[in-house]
């Protein structure tokens, strides 16, 4: 039998997740890719190289026949911490929004958040995850993944304009009252041989070792790096994430963001 093949992000919220085919009792058992773009996860699975992939949410509706997997994803109760915008001014105010190419999921629940929340259409334009570059040409930047999380709550930037940082996770569930999930498992295997949620529980509970791992490139004081992967990430959805993705999926229907809302059809 050939050694399965799953790939996913390299960001910190992620390593609960794939601990155990790194380090743990999964190493060796599967090949696995990682890449700091969840959306190139995507685009391998999208393309057949990986028979399973952790990626962002909305590729279910863009990927044909793809499957999720059950009870393991990266999502947000209330604060995600790493999904944000960053603004120079109030969000209402807002009149264009430079967009994190990284993730496809952000991007969707940016415009959703504008079009249905604050009743307002920002032009939009893509960019390569760099903040400084994103905010020179725009009011506002979405960013996603680690560099997000080692932003402040607000800052002043070089040229004295000061920037807040606005967590979509919390302004998903000011708008809507339910948590929100970023990213899952999909696979186009119905028998597929990996128990991704076993090893969810073995990543989980090294904490320790994974925060270890990231301390050379994440400024975050042990603690502050622990609560964000014990308490501000969830790994396992509960009814509220649910339905937020799937009010998720109806209004980036309503908004034309994908062509229709293909029901959740899990292995």
């Avoid at 044909?64 to 001014?89: R, T, W, Y």
């Avoid at 994103?134 to 800052?155: Q, R």
């Avoid at 994430?241 to 029901?263: P, V």
Wanted: hydrophobic residues 45%.
């Amino acid at each position: 039998m050939n050694t399965p093949r799953i790939s996913a992000s390299s960001y910190s919220n992620t390593a609960p997740l794939i601990w155990s085919f790194l380090y743990g009792s999964n190493h060796g058992k599967v090949e696995i890719i990682l890449d700091n773009a969840p959306a190139r996860s995507a685009q391998l699975l999208s393309d057949r190289h990986v028979d399973a992939a952790l990626v962002p949410v909305i590729a279910y509706q863009f990927i044909d026949d793809v499957l999720l997997i059950p009870n393991v994803c990266v999502g947000a109760k209330q604060q995600v911490k790493s999904v944000c915008i960053v603004s120079k001014c109030e969000l209402e105010k807002v009149r264009s929004v430079a967009l994190d190419i990284s993730s496809r999921t952000s991007v969707a629940l940016t415009k959703i958040i504008f079009r249905e929340f604050i009743g307002s259409e920002p032009l939009w334009h893509d960019a390569a995850p760099d903040l400084a570059k994103m905010l020179a040409d725009a009011d506002a930047a979405v960013l996603i993944g680690d560099p997000a999380l080692m932003l402040p709550a607000e800052y002043t930037l070089p040229d004295g304009v000061v920037v807040r940082k606005h967590d979509l996770a919390e302004l998903w569930r000011r708008y809507t009252g339910f948590g929100f999930i970023f990213a899952v498992w999909m696979t186009r295997l119905e028998n597929y041989t990996v128990d991704f949620a076993a090893a969810r529980d073995e990543g989980v509970a090294h904490l320790d070792d994974i925060i270890s791992n990231y301390q050379s490139h994440i400024t975050l004081p042990r603690e502050q790096m622990r609560q964000y992967l014990s308490e501000s990430i969830s790994y396992k959805p509960d009814e509220s994430m649910l339905a937020g993705m799937n009010l998720y999926f109806e209004l980036a229907a309503k908004h034309g963001l994908i062509e229709n809302y293909r029901k959740l059809t899990y292995v």
